[in-house]
């Protein structure tokens, strides 16, 4: 019988509220804890955030504790996690089909991770049935090749920024009226290696994957990209595929089309497991190919933090839209198909 390493050693992992250092005293309160949260999911002691890793599970903790702080109804099979069982092959991993399919395997490839999930009810009789599904990566890419000495790849962009928003777009949601429509977030393991955190929610869903009727994904947006307008601005992949895009813009969200189609960047994130499952699912964005994307210089020094908390105010904004009006809705041919392997 499978027994959960995760639970049994959640306990021990214990993060300390980093101090604010000097070079925060001149942001406002709301771009301090933007600093303060990414600082601390992309410290060292994280240990590059790998999937079923120790430095992981340090991660899926903070990013618990302060959903339970924010007051996020646990959305999780165990409190705010959801548990993902992996079989290890090599340095990667797979989903197993089920978590009996772990006894099946040498007790060397069992593995576990978490994806983290809060859920915010919706206010309308109506409409509380129906969800929004607003999720980014915790995972990154943990220790590898040393480049200039520095074999740890913090990954403050990616995608601890985007973690760093979904939690922002949950505090604003809750300082404000409540959203009509059921809003679940979701910190997803496993991106790096395929998907494998968003492949199991799609396999288990926290509320019906009937009732869903858009996921918002929110990718690498601690610097601004002068494609999409600089500081404060952003692009979403896919913008052509569905009604989402047009429907914020209109609204007065500043996005614009993904500037760098040729990069298929819509199939990049965990979006496109849901789109491929007929949501409309969208990833938001402002990376702009700086040169530290999958490298240890991905640190939190290199994070614009007045860009990043403009563009989380604004992505609050764009979530309290789709939570409420008409669902988004695919565009003709743009919802997009499995490639076929030859």
Request: charge should be neutral.
């Amino acid at each position: 019988m499978w027994r959960s390493p995760f639970l049994l050693s959640i306990g021990i992992f214990l993060v300390a509220p980093p101090t604010v250092e000097a070079q925060q005293r001149d942001f406002t309160a709301a771009e301090q804890r933007v600093h303060t949260l990414l600082r601390a999911l992309s410290a060292d002691s994280m240990e590059g955030r790998r999937t079923a890793s120790p430095g992981y599970r340090r991660a899926a903790l903070l990013v618990a504790q302060e959903m339970s702080r924010l007051g996020l109804t646990a959305g999780g099979d165990s409190g705010f996690y959801q548990r993902v069982p992996l079989i290890q092959s090599g340095r990667r991993y797979r989903v197993a089909t089920n978590w009996a399919a772990l006894d099946t395997v040498s007790p060397d490839r069992r593995a576990e991770d978490v994806n983290v999930v809060g859920i915010l009810v919706g206010s309308d009789p109506t409409l509380r049935d129906q969800v929004l599904l607003v999720g980014a990566h915790l995972d990154h890419l943990g220790y590898g090749r040393a480049v200039n000495g520095d074999s740890l790849y913090n990954g403050a962009d990616d995608d601890a920024s985007g973690v760093v928003a979904v939690l922002g777009v949950a505090e604003r949601l809750l300082a404000g009226p409540p959203p009509e429509r059921t809003v679940v977030f979701v910190a997803f393991t496993g991106e790096e290696m395929g998907g494998l955190g968003s492949r199991w929610y799609l396999e288990h869903p926290v509320r019906p994957l009937a009732h869903t009727v858009a996921q918002f994904q929110i990718e690498m947006i601690a610097r601004p990209d002068s494609l999409a307008g600089g500081s404060g601005k952003t692009w979403l992949t896919g913008y052509e595929r569905s009604t989402m895009g047009e429907r914020l813009a209109s609204a007065g969200i500043p996005l614009v089309a993904d500037p760098r189609p040729d990069q298929q960047f819509f199939r990049r994130s965990d979006n496109i497991r849901f789109a491929l499952a007929g949501i409309p699912a969208h990833t938001l964005s402002s990376f702009n190919l700086h040169p530290d994307y999958h490298r240890p210089s991905d640190e939190v020094d290199q994070a614009d933090i007045v860009h990043m908390t403009a563009v989380i105010d604004a992505a609050a904004e764009a979530v309290r839209l789709l939570a409420s009006g008409p669902a988004p809705a695919w565009k003709p041919g743009g919802r997009p198909e499995a490639r076929r392997r030859n």
